[in-house]
């Protein structure tokens, strides 16, 4: 059966029947016959890259201890008081280098090497902060890497070596969602661009990209060898899940989507077999060859099998560059150098062993003119930069660039979108997946749902049919409702910090747009508050004997309702703006504590200090408790002069409803009705902003 013939078929195991390499091969001649033109491609030049650090050395220690408040109030103190200087610390040294098409280099390097700094900075992800200095210039294609911007993702991706996914998602969902998020504008551009063939080649072609598209989720899943577990969930430490290996094949997976030039992975052999990576060097090289692309791949010990699938090799040592050149070279450089690597040592464990103290057991006799064998990183580096492989790369930089590159700038890279999804695609997509991971939490919204209805009908057989007139435990009644259902919102806390480091990485991935993506949390938290407000506010509303109107309780849902939102949003912005879950913990708490201290209750506003109120007027639970207040008072039913015998209006010179409120200082004009729901709508508003802003511009990133 032919590849065209296969992709009639509705199976990617179908349209990898004959293998990877045929399948790309097909996919390569159909695509450009459709284009009129080679598929389009990225070579990278790198000019003196080095990136630098200011570290901040201090004379305490502090890292024996848990990340606890107290610790941490302690370290920030001792950091103010302690004698500390910084230290300058080189992580990259003046790296030149070419990243051709089609060709696949291997980064070998010792922990702590500059490797994944370097690939950071080439994809694009490298965080910018104020104590970080990257000097040098990055061009792709001709154009500047700050040209591209924020749409670089798009061209570039790249593998982190941390495996962080939604852990109650199955493989294919992780793949499926990362498909969708990458895939829309994609789709939409190949309808556009494949019409340079004949009528034939444009529908043949039409239909091939039509095809991997539709299966694109497939194809990966058979080509990482995860068909066994692609309907199994993700899991984490705490949740079983797919084994360690399974989830870095997963990691590579995921950034696999869309249509990018250039791929870069990080040591994204660790937990695999020989055989699996193997297998997934053995694609990525095929794909480098048929399709183009440019492919670095950083490993930490490969095989003799996986280093001879190599175009290329880099070594990185302590932020050097020991060589970077063709890997059949390597070995004579060296040897050139005065190190011979024995036959029972694999080429890649013998490279490591340069710049370190193993280098002695390979030191041979010193070729002619070399007086001392280079012995640290920096020797090493500096040979190196005096070598003919390296005048070659220097003369390869100069070289002009060719019709065919400048030409994919104007056709493709110019005419790409930072984000392949449309906003309102984005959004619908992320909260179905929000949802999704919500609705999986069945043991939380059992004890959740239990809690709620047993703590309602607690409140509503303690304070049964209250009497209206007994103002304090009135409000003492909607205070306490308030607080228990604002409080149940910090149960959001750690699960928001859990998933931050998979928006990061998937925001740097072009993935998903901040503001989808606060949306989408947000929306995912209406039914849970809707049902807590319907339940509790149901139950305690009617048990308590609260005015018996359908108005004045709609009009209490409704600002319960709101006030669940609001916490929802603040806890999440206290979860974006925390360095890591041990902080944001504490600080929701203290936060929700000094929201009930402020609310008029436990203190009135009267008694508030100047400097302090600016809190009772930004409270949720404040505002909410004066709407709930006013509504009942003001209502028919107590908006009277007398009441249970007492003359209101003649003794206290305002009607019975007004004299009550007036206790606590609460305003009695109905306006504040309304304007209750008018601002805890843009509370919650400003709370999702501030959550935006932080998670935008604020990330905490290593």
Known sequence: MSPVDQTKETSAKALLANGVQVFNDHLASKIQAGLGRPLPQMEVRVKNLSVSADVVVGQHEDGRELPTLTHTIKTAALKLSSSKHVVHKTIVRNFSGVFEPGTITLVLGQPSSGKSSLMKVLSGRFPQEKRVTVEGEITYNGVQQHELGSRLPQFVSYVDQQDVHFPTL????????????????????????????????????????????????????????????????????????????????????????????????????????????????????????????????????????????????????????????????????????????????????FLLDLGTN???????????????????????????????????????????????????????????????????????????????????????????????????????????????????VTMGVLFQSLFFLGLGQYAQVPGYCSIRGIFYKQRRASHVRTSAYVLACSASQIPWALGETVVFGTLVYWMCGFVATVGNFLLYELLVFQTLMAFAAW?????????????????????????????????????IPDYFVWIYWLDPIAWCLRAVAVSQYRSSAFDVCEYAGINYCTEHKMKMGEYFLSLYDVPSDESWVWLGVVMLFVIYAVFMVLGWVTLEYNRYES
């Open 170 to 349: 199955t493989v294919k969902e992780t793949l499926e969602f990362a498909h969708a998020f990458t895939g829309g504008e994609l789709l939409r551009r190949g309808e556009e661009l494949l019409t340079k063939g004949s009528v034939d080649e444009n529908l043949e072609a039409l239909k091939t990209v039509q095809t991997l598209f539709q299966h694109y989720p497939d194809i990966v899943i058979e080509q990482l060898g995860l068909q066994n577990c692609q309907n199994t969930i993700i899991g984490n430490g705490m949740l079983r899940g797919v084994s360690g290996g399974e989830r870095k094949r997963v990691t590579t997976g995921e950034m696999e989507f869309g249509m990018k030039y250039m791929t870069l992975m990080d040591e994204i052999s660790t937990g695999l077999d020989s055989a699996t990576a193997f297998d997934i060097i053995t694609t990525q090289r095929s794909i480098a060859k048929t399709l183009g692309k440019t492919v670095v791949i950083s490993l930490l010990q490969p095989s003799p099998e996986i280093f001879e699938l190599f175009d290329n090799v880099l070594i990185l040592n302590a932020g050097e560059v020991m060589y970077h050149g063709p890997r059949d070279q390597a070995l004579p450089y060296f040897e050139s150098l005065g190190f011979h690597c024995p036959p029972h040592r694999d080429t890649a464990d």
């Open 358 to 472: 193993q280098q002695t057991k390979y030191q041979d006799t010193l070729p002619a003119g070399m007086f001392k064998h280079p012995r640290l990183p920096v020797e090493f580096g500096q040979v190196f930069e005096r070598s003919g492989v390296h005048r070659d790369t220097l003369a390869r930089l100069e070289e002009p660039w060719t019709d065919e590159l400048l030409s994919n700038v104007n056709e493709f890279i110019k005419l790409t979108p930072e984000y392949q999804q449309p906003f309102v695609e984005n959004a619908i997509m992320l909260t179905r997946r929000q949802m999704m991971i919500a609705m999986r939490n069945k043991a939380f919204i059992r004890v959740r749902g239990l809690m709620v209805i047993v703590v309602a009908l607690l409140y509503g057989s303690l304070f049964y049919q209250l009497e209206p007139t007994n103002v304090q």
């Open 571 to 607: 806890y999440f912005f206290m979860a974006a703006v925390a360095p890591d879950m041990h902080m944001a913990k504490p600080m929701s708490m203290m936060s929700i504590f000094t929201f009930v201290a402020f609310a008029g209750f436990v203190i009135p506003k009267n008694q």
